[in-house]
């Protein structure tokens, strides 16, 4: 199998997902991975944050599936999907193939942290095995959107 690059699907500072609030992404109970505390702006373009196919699709989330056995995971805030999708753009549809880099999803963290949730954003290996996973960028650091966040070998 060969190696996954995930990089950042949205400008911000890197956060360990321990620090996620939220125990099923901070506990790693859907898989591995980092967040992002993206930056606070009233309109911001989410890309892919690796080539794949569109999966699951919600204005609050997706994943994208990049073989047989790797999927990757985006959720734009936390508890966000009580707002139904309220303030989130779909720029592509479940079942599309995408490339690393291409936009998927515009939202507000203005919007969303205005409504009291955390606006931070994990980025999952779905069900990965931990000892498999490289992370690119350090906790507390700057990333641009399609910066290198982590590699999966």
């Known amino acids: 199998m060969s190696e996954l690059r995930v990089v950042a699907p ?18 790693q109970i859907v898989g591995p991975g980092i967040a992002i505390a993206p930056d606070h702006v009233a309109r911001l373009d989410v890309v892919a944050p690796c080539d794949g196919v569109v999966g699951a699709l919600h204005p609050h989330a997706f994943a994208l599936e990049v073989d047989e056995t790797r999927s990757v995971l985006v959720h734009l805030g936390i508890d966000t999907v009580k707002l139904a999708g309220l303030g989130f753009d779909l720029h592509v549809r479940r079942g599309e193939a995408v490339r690393a880099g291409q936009r998927l999803i515009t939202f507000s963290p203005v919007d969303v942290a205005a409504s009291g949730m955390s606006t931070v954003c994990p980025v999952v290996a779905l069900q990965a095995d931990p000892a498999l996973i490289t992370f690119d960028a350090e906790p507390g650091s700057r990333v641009a959107a399609g910066d290198p966040l982590l590699t999966w070998r």
Do not use: L, N, S, Y
Not at 19 to 27: C, L, M, T
């Open 10 to 27: 949205v400008p911000g500072v890197v956060h360990a997902i321990g620090r996620v609030p939220d125990p099923v992404f901070a506990e």
